[in-house]
């Protein structure tokens, strides 16, 4: 046990330089994302027949192939194209297109439970249908979307692991590297899969604070009734 | 000669090729509480949702102090704002507070400055009886409270004309009364309003003229009176002595309770 210790103590620096990586892919990814989620779910919802079949198009795409043939494509594909791109930014493309498909279903469901009542209510004081989108719909979904949008930022942040197969120094690289000099697969990757754990595990307990404070009385996806 | 405020003109309305109502004109005068009543079905809340243009009428015209707003290329936002619009199921907005629904209209639509929307605001959550309940969410508050928040962000408005629709029809029968109240407050003050609902003895007491409403068009319009005793046709008749069976015995238990139930609350504040 000791031992394992003393190894995970020479292993920190290298995972923690990792997890920093594995954390920028997750951030820019899931806010690249939310970006895009948002304008396709909107695009969905309200929009004319071109801005939905656009948006359906972009949706059925990135969530119909996998990740791991989308980071490819950017970054093996497209210097066919003329387009070369760092690894740094192929990775963080691939995560926030990704990303941005499954983010797009689970606003647009969220905008559809508001119903058209709260957009009726808003036009009816004289508001633009985009004021209405803005100040009273978007309010209301993005706080009812927290719940089932939780998984999003934690799906991503195991799945950044791809990166790895185009080199970016995530936590994966580093843990096959050191792996590979220490002949410890077992232990490096039990380590790995812990640091994983953990910042999952705070990821969540921020998650849950998120939807505490967004909490409005009486306003949850079963009471909000009448 | 009172000021006609709203004129519809031959207002017809088709929905997925049934029509709804046909051929509908009739006029409000300023201060006028003009109650429909009719089955369910016969487009009273389509004609009002018609006339504050959240729905397109398929033919006819409407006036709103004489000028024509269902030109096309009218500004219908700017419509709305000077109609007031009351739902049967209220329709706050959920996440403001009872005193931002009433103030969100006066900063984003009448561009208000924070303060003095805050202001008018509270002044018309008073108005309803509510100013103790201003911090309240929706979720907060009792069906009739919530009906009375939104009555208090349609009037804050500053509305030429409050249209409701069956305002009554989704309460618990206790908290009916506090409604109505709030409703018969407002045309004592002068309010014009034109009124959807079940409520006959509202409508007896309040209204200025009744208009029974039967399958897409007008059957009959008066006063309460001639409605209530002098009915021209049949099915006018039939219709109230239905409607007066069926709510009427409640009505006059809840009138008496509600007039205690208003003031308690009161009381409270």
């Known amino acids: 046990m000791s031992e394992w210790l003393q190894f995970f103590q020479r292993a920190l620096p290298a995972f923690l330089q990792g997890s920093l990586v594995t954390l920028q892919l997750t951030v820019v990814g899931l806010s690249m994302g939310f970006v895009l989620g948002l304008l396709s779910a909107l695009a969905r919802v309200y929009g004319g027949k071109w801005p939905r079949w656009l948006a359906v198009g972009y949706i059925e795409l990135f969530r119909g192939t996998p990740v791991l043939v989308q980071l490819f494509l950017i970054y093996f594909g497209l210097p066919g194209l003329g387009i070369t791109l760092s690894r740094m930014t192929s990775a963080y493309l691939a995560m926030g297109l990704n990303s941005g498909a499954y983010q797009a279903e689970y606003l647009r469901g969220s905008i559809l439970a508001i119903g058209d009542g709260q957009m009726m209510a808003g036009r009816a004081i004289g508001m633009s249908r985009f004021k209405t989108i803005w100040y009273i719909i978007l309010p209301q979904a993005l706080r009812l979307v927290i719940p089932a949008w939780s998984n999003e930022p934690i799906s991503l942040l195991k799945s950044t692991a791809v990166a790895f197969l185009i080199a970016v120094p995530d936590l994966m690289t580093k843990a096959k590297a050191i792996a590979a000099q220490t002949y410890d697969p077992i232990g490096t990757y039990l380590a790995v899969a812990v640091v994983y754990l953990v910042m999952v595990f705070a990821l969540s307990e921020l998650l849950k604070f998120l939807e505490r404070r967004a909490r409005i009385p009486g306003f949850e996806m079963e009471g909000r009734g009448a | ?269």
């Open chain 2, 1 to 269: 000669m009172p000021k006609t405020i709203l004129e519809v003109k031959n207002l017809t309305k088709i929905y997925a090729g049934n029509i709804v109502f046909k051929d509908i004109s009739l006029s409000v005068d300023e201060g006028d509480t003009v109650v429909i009543i009719g089955p369910s079905g016969t487009g009273k809340s389509t004609l009002l949702r018609c006339v504050n243009l959240l729905t397109r009428a398929d033919g006819g015209q409407i006036w709103l102090d004489g000028v024509e707003i269902t030109k096309a290329g009218h500004n219908e936002d700017e419509v709305r704002a000077h109609i007031g619009m009351v739902f049967q199921n209220f329709l706050l907005f959920n996440h403001l507070t009872a005193l931002d629904n009433v103030s969100i209209g006066l900063t984003r639509v009448k561009h208000l400055p924070k303060e003095g929307a805050r202001e008018k605001a509270m002044h018309e959550l008073q108005r309803v009886g509510l100013a103790d309940r201003a911090g309240h969410y929706p979720g907060q508050l009792s069906g009739g409270q919530q009906q009375r928040v939104a009555i208090a962000r349609a009037l804050a408005m500053d509305p030429r004309i409050m249209l409701f629709d069956e305002p009554t029809s989704a309460l618990d029968p206790e908290l009916i009364g506090e409604v109505l109240e709030v409703m018969r407050q407002l045309a004592r003050d002068g309010m014009t309003m034109m009124v959807v609902t079940h409520e006959m003895g509202f409508a007896r007491e309040v209204a200025n003229r009744m208009v029974f409403m039967e399958k897409g068009g007008i059957v009959e319009e008066g006063s309460p009176e001639d409605l209530f005793y002098r009915p021209r046709f049949p099915r006018t008749r039939e219709f109230l002595w239905k409607i007066t069976e069926l709510y009427g015995k409640k009505e006059t238990q809840d009138s008496a309770k509600n007039t205690e139930g208003t003031s308690g609350a009161e009381g409270e504040a």
